[in-house]
Protein backbone atom coordinates (compact mmCIF):
# COMPACT_ATOMS: atom_id res chain seq x y z
CA UNK A 1 0.00 0.00 0.00
CA UNK A 2 1.20 3.25 -0.92
CA UNK A 3 1.84 5.72 2.47
CA UNK A 4 -0.49 7.86 3.91
CA UNK A 5 -0.13 11.53 5.44
CA UNK A 6 -2.71 12.83 7.97
CA UNK A 7 -1.39 16.52 8.50
CA UNK A 8 -3.10 18.34 10.75
CA UNK A 9 -2.27 22.02 11.29
CA UNK A 10 -3.21 23.32 14.72
CA UNK A 11 -3.67 26.60 15.58
CA UNK A 12 -2.09 26.35 19.11
CA UNK A 13 0.87 24.44 19.70
CA UNK A 14 -1.07 20.97 20.96
CA UNK A 15 2.50 18.97 21.58
CA UNK A 16 3.61 22.13 23.92
CA UNK A 17 7.10 21.80 22.66
CA UNK A 18 7.61 25.29 21.16
CA UNK A 19 8.28 23.51 17.72
CA UNK A 20 7.19 23.63 14.41
CA UNK A 21 6.40 20.22 13.41
CA UNK A 22 5.91 17.28 15.16
CA UNK A 23 6.27 13.99 13.20
CA UNK A 24 3.78 11.17 15.14
CA UNK A 25 5.30 7.83 15.25
CA UNK A 26 3.23 4.80 15.91
CA UNK A 27 5.29 1.63 17.81
CA UNK A 28 4.20 -1.69 18.66
CA UNK A 29 4.79 -2.96 22.39
CA UNK A 30 5.74 -6.27 22.66
CA UNK A 31 7.20 -7.36 26.09
CA UNK A 32 7.80 -4.11 27.22
CA UNK A 33 10.08 -3.37 23.94
CA UNK A 34 9.11 -0.43 21.91
CA UNK A 35 9.63 -0.97 18.26
CA UNK A 36 8.42 1.01 15.20
CA UNK A 37 5.57 0.27 13.30
CA UNK A 38 6.05 1.05 10.16
CA UNK A 39 2.94 0.93 8.24
CA UNK A 40 3.50 3.69 5.72
CA UNK A 41 0.67 5.82 7.97
CA UNK A 42 2.41 9.17 8.64
CA UNK A 43 0.35 11.91 11.45
CA UNK A 44 1.95 15.05 11.30
CA UNK A 45 1.13 18.01 13.94
CA UNK A 46 2.05 22.10 12.34
CA UNK A 47 1.93 24.29 15.38
CA UNK A 48 -0.26 27.20 14.10
CA UNK A 49 1.51 29.78 16.72
CA UNK A 50 4.84 29.01 15.40
CA UNK A 51 6.76 31.57 13.26
CA UNK A 52 10.30 31.07 12.78
CA UNK A 53 12.43 32.81 9.80
CA UNK A 54 11.91 29.34 7.96
CA UNK A 55 9.59 27.97 5.85
CA UNK A 56 6.79 26.57 8.20
CA UNK A 57 6.97 30.12 10.23
CA UNK A 58 6.64 31.78 7.17
CA UNK A 59 3.49 29.98 5.66
CA UNK A 60 1.77 29.89 9.69
CA UNK A 61 2.39 33.62 9.26
CA UNK A 62 0.72 33.69 5.97
CA UNK A 63 -2.49 31.31 7.28
CA UNK A 64 -3.10 34.07 9.77
CA UNK A 65 -2.49 37.56 7.50
CA UNK A 66 -5.77 39.07 6.83
CA UNK A 67 -4.20 41.13 4.71
CA UNK A 68 -2.55 39.44 1.73
CA UNK A 69 -0.42 42.19 1.23
CA UNK A 70 1.68 41.16 4.17
CA UNK A 71 1.86 37.81 3.24
CA UNK A 72 5.39 36.04 2.34
CA UNK A 73 4.01 33.28 -0.37
CA UNK A 74 2.89 34.97 -3.53
CA UNK A 75 0.82 32.12 -4.49
CA UNK A 76 -1.08 31.61 -1.14
CA UNK A 77 -1.56 35.95 -1.44
CA UNK A 78 -2.68 36.01 -4.82
CA UNK A 79 -5.54 33.31 -3.46
CA UNK A 80 -6.32 35.02 -0.57
CA UNK A 81 -6.66 38.30 -2.90
CA UNK A 82 -9.22 35.72 -4.80
CA UNK A 83 -11.43 35.60 -1.94
CA UNK A 84 -10.91 38.96 -0.05
CA UNK A 85 -10.80 41.50 -2.87
CA UNK A 86 -13.61 41.16 -5.64
CA UNK A 87 -17.44 41.80 -3.79
CA UNK A 88 -18.83 38.68 -5.81
CA UNK A 89 -15.81 36.42 -4.35
CA UNK A 90 -16.15 37.77 -0.72
CA UNK A 91 -19.81 37.13 -0.93
CA UNK A 92 -19.25 33.85 -2.28
CA UNK A 93 -16.91 32.95 0.67
CA UNK A 94 -19.24 33.98 3.10
CA UNK A 95 -21.75 31.84 1.97
CA UNK A 96 -19.25 29.07 2.36
CA UNK A 97 -18.50 29.69 5.88
CA UNK A 98 -22.05 30.35 7.13
CA UNK A 99 -22.96 26.84 5.08
CA UNK A 100 -20.16 25.29 7.40
CA UNK A 101 -21.59 26.78 10.45
CA UNK A 102 -24.57 25.61 10.02
CA UNK A 103 -23.78 22.21 8.80
CA UNK A 104 -21.87 21.90 12.23
CA UNK A 105 -25.16 23.58 14.18
CA UNK A 106 -27.66 21.17 12.86
CA UNK A 107 -25.13 17.87 13.59
CA UNK A 108 -24.60 18.92 16.99
CA UNK A 109 -28.43 19.70 17.18
CA UNK A 110 -28.64 16.43 15.69
CA UNK A 111 -26.29 14.89 18.61
CA UNK A 112 -28.26 16.15 21.10
CA UNK A 113 -31.67 14.90 19.37
CA UNK A 114 -29.80 11.21 19.65
CA UNK A 115 -29.35 11.51 22.86
CA UNK A 116 -32.89 12.54 23.73
CA UNK A 117 -33.76 9.48 22.07
CA UNK A 118 -31.50 7.17 23.70
CA UNK A 119 -32.42 8.77 27.30
CA UNK A 120 -36.12 7.42 26.18
CA UNK A 121 -37.55 10.21 28.48
CA UNK A 122 -39.71 11.88 25.59
CA UNK A 123 -41.37 11.55 22.84
CA UNK A 124 -40.42 11.58 19.37
CA UNK A 125 -42.84 14.30 19.13
CA UNK A 126 -41.62 16.42 21.98
CA UNK A 127 -37.93 15.88 21.15
CA UNK A 128 -38.85 17.73 17.62
CA UNK A 129 -40.42 20.27 18.94
CA UNK A 130 -37.35 21.23 21.25
CA UNK A 131 -34.45 20.48 18.92
CA UNK A 132 -37.11 22.25 16.20
CA UNK A 133 -35.64 19.27 13.74
CA UNK A 134 -38.41 17.72 11.81
CA UNK A 135 -40.01 15.13 12.70
CA UNK A 136 -39.25 12.88 9.86
CA UNK A 137 -35.31 13.25 11.07
CA UNK A 138 -35.89 12.85 14.33
CA UNK A 139 -37.84 9.39 13.32
CA UNK A 140 -34.59 8.43 10.60
CA UNK A 141 -31.88 9.33 13.76
CA UNK A 142 -34.02 7.02 15.92
CA UNK A 143 -34.01 4.32 13.26
CA UNK A 144 -30.23 4.75 13.02
CA UNK A 145 -29.93 4.23 17.20
CA UNK A 146 -31.82 1.06 16.67
CA UNK A 147 -29.49 -0.36 13.60
CA UNK A 148 -26.61 0.49 15.71
CA UNK A 149 -27.72 -1.59 19.03
Wanted: proline share 2%; glycine share 6%.
Amino acid sequence: MPDSYVIFITENDVIGKNKAVYHIQRHVEIDGEKELFDDGSHIVYVNGKYRGNDEIGKLMHDFSCTNPNDMNYEALAKRARYFKEDEKRVAAMCKIMEDMRNEAELKGVKKTAMRMIKAGKMSLEDIADYTELPLDIIKELKKQIMQMA
